[in-house]
DNA sequence: ACATTATAGTTAGCTGGCTAACTAAGTCAA
DNA sequence: TTGACTTAGTTAGCCAGCTAACTATAATGT
């Protein structure tokens, strides 16, 4: 589960914004300025999350494996259920599982009714490794987003659906 | 500019975080669950922009490169400038303006003070490219944000920068 | 002046995504 | 029952980031 998105560092500044808008009068300013905004947060809250998840061996791809295998109830799921889940291709979870049970935290099971499919489980070392790494991610997260109290909080998530909402107008093909 | 981060699916149910916090009780339920709705949400714009710039043959990281040189007054930059201000390395703008020079949209220009440093400028080609993407680029955000009034715009940047402040926090090295 | 250090850019090789093509196994309809 | 289709997983090869090492040039200090 990598995205790929802009690694922006210099936002524009207002003088910047109108400069563009003079030539391009599509533009709106304040749109433009939080969807960027938007971006650079969320990109270095991914960086921040992957420097906490470096120091304990991990990579975002493989930890979110192990979490969406300790949900669901005897630890086990099928790769493609986990493809999709993780908004992985198969092939990468192919590659995913493949570190995942080199480093022993999975195991792949081979079902006996459908010989296609198998099941991926999580081993002990693997229930292990999230007993290290899940306390110290969520008291990170905890002091991160301490500034941000339960109305604030609700408000992102409001204002997170509203432009959710106006993503397929974004990527529409025409 | 890419950026790696998660290409989360599949948010938690608050069940699924209700146990995962009884497991874990360092685990603080809303922020979490915000976290996870910021990075699923900028992650989905980050998909609709690439398929926005794709339909005018460019990709993030060169599309980025020439509004910064857009931005600059003669449309000229040195390439450590532009890595600077893109958040890549000087190893990655250099395949990024090898990209665009062999398509024309930028050219080299040697410096004769020092022999060391090459100038970066957008050319006509570049300007015209940029002059048929931002348009589009410019309406499908508006259209994307037309939900989200001017006072939601507002305290969206004031909830970012709030989490932006704790970031320091999540990624302490301890 | 000249050895050291710093700076600008490039190259080589790694990584973890991706797509497309493939094997193997199950399903279904003529 | 057998040929076409579907599904599960893997493999091969591409791509755009990255780090580390390199060349060339400039600046600095003794």
């Not at 690694?7 to 003079?22: C, G, Q, S």
Request: aromatic share 6%; hydrophobic share 45%.
């Amino acid at each position: 589960m990598s995205l790929i998105m802009l690694h922006l560092r210099d936002l524009p500044t207002l003088e910047t914004l109108n400069k563009f808008a003079a030539r391009y009068p599509q533009a709106d300013v304040t749109a433009i300025s939080s969807f960027l905004h938007l971006l650079r947060v969320a990109t270095d809250l991914s960086i921040a999350l992957d420097s906490c998840l470096s120091q304990h061996g991990l990579l975002q791809g493989r930890w979110w494996v192990l979490i969406l295998l300790m949900r669901e109830d005897n630890n086990t799921a099928m790769p493609s259920s986990l493809a999709e889940k993780a908004g992985v291709t198969r092939a990468t979870m192919t590659g995913l599982i493949d570190g995942l049970a080199q480093s022993g935290l999975v195991e792949r099971v081979f079902a006996q009714d459908d010989r296609r499919s198998i099941q991926i489980r999580l081993t002990e070392a693997g229930q292990a490794k999230l007993d290290e790494v899940m306390p110290d991610y969520y008291q990170r997260l905890r002091e991160c987003m301490q500034g941000l109290d339960e109305a604030s909080r609700q408000q992102l998530n409001v204002i997170l659906d509203a432009i959710n909402a106006g993503i397929p107008a974004f990527s529409k093909k025409s």
